[in-house]
């Protein structure tokens, strides 16, 4: 998939973008640089979802597919919003939550009902609830961990045994246009460790890891 980039973007030393590639210089929390990316396109302070305007403080990026549900923290899928709206959005999707702010008070309880079971029906399946096209199957043996995570064991523990009920990593490994992981480390060790051939990505076509 190709990732929203501005046309111009430069995080001192860190990454860069040329000729439409986002070009990462230096190993940081890839998500640190998806929030600068976001907030640049998409502004700092007037809430995406009630439009008002707040200070910094009370801002925060909301994931528009929950994270919950495998939603990546990439621009495409990350909304400034203010902390009270992502509060109240819980784990809806951003087209449910617009849905459940128009609903009458007393119709609210029984939408979120439906969606909740909607959810928990796909979790079941072990299907991602974000747009198919932003996924693909690629070989474990094919990807590049060049870098070295910082995850202990209990985080281990608590993937393997997610993928082990659900047949799914709820963090889906996000790689670059060359195969290298840039998020979702530990979703590729544990797919290593049990020796799993293919494993769920999101390849980012226009994004190049260059350290
Ligand atoms: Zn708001």
Redesign the pocket.
């Known amino acids: 998939m190709i990732v929203d980039l501005p046309e111009k973007f430069s995080m001192e030393g860190v990454a860069v973008i040329e000729n439409g590639i986002l070009k990462i210089m230096r190993y940081i929390a890839f998500s640190d640089i998806m929030y600068e990316l976001t907030y640049q396109m998409k502004g700092r302070n007037i ?1 995406g ?2 439009k ?1 305007e ?1 200070e910094k403080k009370k801002m925060t990026l909301d994931h528009m597919y929950p994270q919950e549900l495998g939603g990546p923290t990439i621009p495409n899928n990350l909304l400034p ?2 902390k ?2 992502n509060r109240t959005k819980g784990n809806l999707t951003s087209k449910e939550f617009r849905k459940y702010l128009k609903k009458k008070q007393e119709e609210k309880g029984k939408y979120l009902e439906k969606v909740q079971k909607h959810q928990e029906k796909l979790k079941k399946k072990g299907k991602y609830h974000i747009p198919i096209d932003w996924i693909e199957e690629r070989k474990v043996s094919d990807l590049k961990l060049l870098w070295t995570p910082n995850y202990s064991d209990t985080k281990y523990k608590k993937v393997r045994k997610y993928y082990e009920e659900t047949g799914m990593f709820k963090k889906i490994v996000i790689v670059d246009r060359n195969n290298q992981i840039l998020s979702g480390a530990v979703s590729y060790i544990v797919a290593k460790k049990m020796k799993l051939k293919t494993i769920t990505v999101i390849p980012l076509e226009n994004v190049e890891l260059t350290v």
């Open positions: 809430c979802y009630c008002k707040k919003c203010c009270k709206c």
